[in-house]
T-cell receptor
Framework: RKEVEQDPGPFNVPEGATVAFNCTYS??????FFWYRQDCRKEPKLLMS???SGNEDGRFTAQLNRASQYISLLIRDSKLSDSATYLC????????????FGTGTLLAVQP | DTGVSQDPRHKITKRGQNVTFRCDPI?????LYWYRQTLGQGPEFLTY????????KSRLLSDRFSAERPKGSFSTLEIQRTEQGDSAMYLC??????????????FGPGTRLTVL
């Protein structure tokens, strides 16, 4: 079983739609949680951190359920520019700070 | 551009050849990471440096792989006797080392390796 699991998609949605991505992680010792965005053939970039209380950044809302080891990302009013792969990421903690990535979910927003 | 830079951006090599990649982190970032990403997968951790010390290596890093960061600034990743399974994007990331619980890792553009 992968340490971080995501539905690979693709998710094809029209402009203006609301889309939700889900992710589960297996290591209960995971300490930090993130969503990264990766455009085609580009490097991953931090989209937002995910906090237990839930957090919002404009059209993006992230939720964390530690009991269920479940992370979500909601994108409202999708734009063409949101088309990308969204990577669910966890950090176990300790000295290394290494990141464990899911396989990513591909989003294609259609005009 | 003051971001993470990697060189070369693309490398095509024949099976059995040695290749070396370079990463220049953001200035004053003392943490440096190497990841590998294959098609359809997320990046996978390979190794980590704190200044010049290599503090962790993944089991993915076979003995054909070696990484160095001799002066605590740039880093090199060498793959000896390349195999077709080594074909991937090799990503470098750097971060600061502060008392914060998490220091964001900034990724470079990657080196795309194709082994024929």
């Amino acid at each position: 079983r992968k340490e971080v699991e995501q539905d690979p998609g693709p998710f094809n949605v029209p402009e203006g739609a609301t889309v939700a991505f889900n992710c589960t992680y297996s290591n209960s010792a995971s300490q930090s949680f993130f969503w990264y965005r990766q455009d085609c053939r580009k490097e991953p970039k931090l989209l937002m951190s995910v906090y237990s209380s839930g957090n919002e950044d404009g059209r993006f809302t992230a939720q964390l359920n530690r009991a269920s080891q479940y992370i979500s990302l909601l994108i409202r009013d999708s734009k063409l520019s949101d088309s990308a792969t969204y990577l669910c990421v966890v950090r176990y903690g300790g000295a290394t700070n290494k990141l464990i990535f899911g396989t990513g979910t591909l989003l294609a927003v259609q005009p | 551009d003051t971001g993470v830079s990697q060189d070369p951006r693309h490398k095509i090599t024949k099976r059995g050849q040695n290749v070396t990649f370079r990463c220049d982190p953001i200035s004053e970032h003392n943490r440096l990471y190497w990841y590998r990403q294959t098609l359809g997968q997320g990046p996978e951790f390979l190794t980590y440096f704190q200044n010049e010390a290599q503090l962790e290596k993944s089991r993915l890093l076979s003995d054909r792989f070696s990484a160095e960061r001799p002066k605590g600034s740039f880093s090199t990743l060498e793959i000896q006797r390349t195999e077709q399974g080594d074909s991937a994007m090799y990503l470098c990331a750097s971060s600061t080392d502060t008392a914060l619980s998490y220091n964001e890792q900034f990724f470079g553009p990657g080196t795309r390796l194709t082994v024929l």
